[in-house]
């Protein structure tokens, strides 16, 4: 799978939008963009995940670059519930079913 | 809840006991993970089950691990002779991939192993 980068951290204020990049310049066409959030002392949980559009669900948003190079998961307000452990993992979809490689991934701290 | 369960959360033994950890994945999920998770890391991968067969195994198992899911319904992971390093959260994962198609894992909570 094609590596990701992330920023270690980043910081938020409560109720106010969360902008999260990762920037995978290596993705190829079958990678699909996956995002996990973990939170303290909890397993990685499921956020979103995408190929080529923009997609939407209950949580978050994920806004993909036209050229796939990038992608930005959107938290449209932030509680200090959503203070965690983003990863961002790219998923090639001839490799499902085998495991996921998680970075360190990129810590959000939200204040109150 | 029919989330991923494991068991016990938390662990504490002392170096050279032998230790076992039970993950109950979601029913009907053909695929189990294990992986480890050591302060400030991301999780690393360790081995996966499909149905009862263990299908890859990382460098990271070493000879003490050992992982069984006999019927291809829960799994256990075994240490033995356990060392200091071997002190991490140790996170179980279960899917149900389609071929062609990406897959999301669902995580249990982690059994966090202190080794003194």
């Known amino acids: 799978d094609a590596k990701t980068t992330q920023p270690n951290s980043m910081e938020s204020n409560e109720e106010e939008p969360v902008h999260l990049p990762c920037n995978h310049s290596t993705i190829s066409g079958t990678d699909y963009i996956h995002w996990y959030r973990q939170l303290p002392s909890q397993g990685p949980e499921y956020v979103i995940h995408g190929l080529t559009s923009n997609v939407n669900n209950r949580m978050a948003s994920l806004a993909i670059a036209e050229d796939r190079k990038s992608s930005t998961l959107i938290l449209h307000r932030a509680t200090l519930r959503d203070a965690a452990v983003y990863y961002c993992i790219l998923r090639d979809s001839d490799n499902y079913g085998q495991n996921f490689v998680f970075g360190p991934g990129t810590r959000l701290s939200v204040l109150p | 809840d029919t989330g991923v369960s494991q068991d016990p959360r938390h662990k504490i033994t002392k170096r050279g006991q032998n230790v076992t950890f039970r993950c109950d994945p979601i029913?009907?999920?053909?695929?189990l993970y294990w992986y480890r998770q050591t302060l400030g890391q991301g999780p690393e991968f360790l081995t996966y089950f499909q149905n009862e067969a263990q299908l890859e195994k990382s460098r990271l198992l070493s000879d003490r691990f050992s992982a069984e899911r006999p019927k291809g319904s829960f799994s256990t992971l075994e240490i033995q002779r356990t060392e200091q390093g071997d002190s991490a959260m140790y996170l179980c994962?279960?899917?149900?991939?389609?071929?062609?198609?990406?897959?999301?894992?669902?995580f249990g909570p982690g059994t966090r192993l202190t080794v003194l």
């Open positions: 029913s009907e999920h053909n695929r």
């Open positions: 994962a279960s899917s149900a991939p389609l071929a062609g198609r990406t897959d999301t894992q669902y």
